[in-house]
């Protein structure tokens, strides 16, 4: 699978909508409002559990959206809600799955490398794992948000994409865990902050960081 960025040229258009912290501001100025009420929701949506995959994919869609001019609003994200569990609760277990897993692994032999040097190598490839997975977690999710449907051409060209452009997913994965982190650690102080911003706004960071490689995956689908 070719991924040639010097082919393809992008209009003024498009232009206008790579990551910048211009373009962030437009946003944020534009659908402040909506991205703050569809956050409230989207807490309110995750209380039953079994909803949260729905409802990181349906943000994830309604934020993406919000690149191409389209306004944020609650009935759009909870129409989304509605649909796609099936591709929702797959790539959750996809990119789960592997985290729990591989997490868990590096966190159970790193306790008996210190006896043993040979433990590092297990602990270095479930590291390895978890690192590549997470990374590849963040293209799999920005892909799907752009239309693509959950397929192996899908997961692969999102591992290929965290192989090959690591610093951009690592630093649209530091938009998405690092606030949220920081507003756990200080909560209670921090819950006016989780209920109205920690999750809508740090997507359309991480929309932001991706949406060269979400215009160039757009280019490269088009007939």
């Known amino acids: 699978m070719e991924w040639n960025e010097e082919k393809v040229e992008l209009d003024p258009e498009e232009e206008t909508m790579r990551s910048s912290p211009r373009r962030f501001w437009e946003l944020l100025k534009a659908e ?52 796609n569990w099936g591709t929702a609760w797959g ?27 040979v433990f590092y190598l297990p602990f270095m490839l479930c590291t390895t794992v ?6 590849s977690s963040v293209y799999l999710y920005r892909l799907l948000a752009n239309g693509r ?26 938009w998405y ?5 920081l507003g756990v650690l200080w909560f209670p102080l921090s819950w006016l902050y989780l209920v109205l911003a920690a999750f809508s706004i740090p997507c359309l960071l991480g929309n932001l960081v991706l949406r060269k490689v979400l215009i160039l ?6 007939p």
């Open 130 to 135: 978890f690192i590549v997975t997470l990374l």
């Open 32 to 83: 402040g409002a909506g991205l703050l009420l569809v956050n409230v929701v989207f807490v309110l949506t995750c209380v039953p559990l079994v909803t949260i995959p729905a409802a990181i994919f349906a943000l994830n869609r309604e934020v993406r959206e919000s690149l191409d001019d389209k306004p944020v609003k609650v009935r759009g994200y909870l129409a989304k809600l509605r649909k």
């Open 177 to 181: 865990y690092v606030p949220l982190t």
């Open 149 to 174: 449907r959950l397929s192996g051409e899908t997961v692969r060209l999102a591992v290929l994409l965290a192989l090959g452009r690591p610093m951009r997913a690592l630093l649209a994965a530091a």
């Open 91 to 117: 790539a959750f277990l996809l990119t789960a799955l592997p985290l729990v897993g591989a997490g868990y692994g590096a966190r159970f032999y790193l306790s008996f490398a210190a006896r043993n040097w």
């Open 217 to 222: 995956d757009e280019e490269r689908r088009a």
